[in-house]
């Protein structure tokens, strides 16, 4: 036979950290999550970047593409549509990748011991708010690197059908 399951008096229930422990626990989960949010930021920068550079290192090459292109005077127009698109796009790039503050997770030990708190609590706090604020200007600066090279790629993208279309509609092409 099967035994039931005695539910007459439930075993209490373990609530965790209560009360002025609470504020405690929250601030030392704000700091964990900060640094897990600030170390994710920091990736996704260096994978933009890298992407970034990647075009760049298209686009520079492409410039003198276009110079000679320009240079054969059958394909001028083409040329300076070229020319020009890529290097907007070059500027975007170098724009988006220019240095520009960026805050990483942690603290300098001097830092730390300069907190003027004298408690853990209100020491954790401290940090949080700081890591809050690193957040913020971060996704700032993500946001604009965003749009930069949003940009870029659409510039580097839309350039050579209009240099093609222009290139046929020309009056500068040569009559040969």
Same mark, same amino acid.
């Given at each position: ?5 005695? %539910? ?11 009360? #002025? ?11 964990? %999550? ?23 290192? +298209?686009?520079?090459? =492409? ?8 240079? #054969? ?10 020319? @020009?698109? #890529?290097?907007? @796009? ?22 730390v011991l300069d907190i003027p708190y004298d408690s853990e609590l209100l020491c954790q706090e401290a940090v949080a708010v700081t890591y809050q604020e690193s957040i913020q200007k971060n996704d700032r600066r993500m946001k604009k690197f965003t749009r930069l090279m949003q940009g870029? +790629? ?10 093609? =279309? =222009? ?8 009559? %040969?």
């Amino acid at each position: 036979m099967s035994e039931k399951a005695d %539910h007459s008096s439930p075993a209490p229930l373990d609530m965790g950290k209560k009360s #002025n422990e609470i504020r405690l626990w929250k601030a030392n989960q704000a700091v964990r %999550h900060g640094e897990l949010r600030l170390a994710a930021q920091s990736t996704a920068l260096t994978g933009a970047q890298t992407r970034a550079t990647s075009l760049l290192t +298209w686009v520079v090459p =492409l410039m003198g593409v276009s110079l000679g292109i320009i240079l #054969n005077k059958d394909y001028i127009a083409a040329g300076w549509v070229l020319l @020009t698109g #890529n290097a907007v @796009t070059a500027v975007l790039c170098a724009t988006a990748l220019a240095p520009t503050a960026w805050s990483e997770a942690g603290f300098k030990p001097v830092e730390v011991l300069d907190i003027p708190y004298d408690s853990e609590l209100l020491c954790q706090e401290a940090v949080a708010v700081t890591y809050q604020e690193s957040i913020q200007k971060n996704d700032r600066r993500m946001k604009k690197f965003t749009r930069l090279m949003q940009g870029a +790629w659409w510039v580097f993208l839309i350039t050579p059908p209009i240099a093609g =279309l =222009l290139q046929f509609c020309s009056p500068l092409k040569s009559m %040969h």
